[in-house]
């Protein structure tokens, strides 16, 4: 998989959801992994070809602290995203990249902002607390992303974002052991 492609996975879904000084940050080793299979396609800009990222994630952690890591099907870890409130960690392999957010380090990623901080909730079904939500048929409007819910039920979760560049995020959740 190509290094942008890496970085992509890392900052979906982002990516990563990742205190400022030399002390990396870590999830809380209590809180539980939400695992499953992520896909990110993003459409082709005049600035940019299209680009896309098929891979199993394990996330834990919310909004203001967590964790994040992308493997293959086989179980080689492509890319681990972990932030804080006051910064964003992303390694792919080669020794972490310190970004001061996420929308810098989804940026940086994979030419996007994506809603990282967002994630956790949509994983488990509710809007994200931190921003203003429409109800749609399907599920909700958050942060210009409409969030389809339909198949909650079978673990599977869809984000669009149309303005362009359309960007697509699919998840298909692992049922919990």
Known sequence: MPGSMRAAAAAVAAAALLQGCATPPVADEGLPWTSGR???RV?????????????????????????????TPFGTRLARARWTRDQALL??????????????????AVGEVLP?????????????????????????????WQV?????????????REPPPRVLVRVRLHPAP
């Not at 109800?135 to 409007?141: A, L, N, T």
């Open 38 to 40: 992520l896909v990110v």
């Open 43 to 71: 459409d082709a800009s005049d600035a940019q070809a299209a680009r896309s990222l098929d891979a199993d994630f394990d996330l834990r952690g919310d909004d203001e602290q967590g964790e994040l890591r992308l493997s």
């Open 91 to 108: 390694d792919l392999g080669q020794g972490e990249t310190r970004y001061p957010d996420l929308e810098s380090l989804s940026r940086a």
């Open 116 to 144: 990282l901080r967002a994630l956790p909730d949509w994983l488990a079904g509710r809007p994200w607390p931190g921003a203003a939500t429409q109800e749609d048929p399907q599920g909700f409007v958050q942060l210009g």
């Open 148 to 160: 389809s819910l339909v198949r909650f039920a079978e673990g599977r979760i869809e984000a669009l």
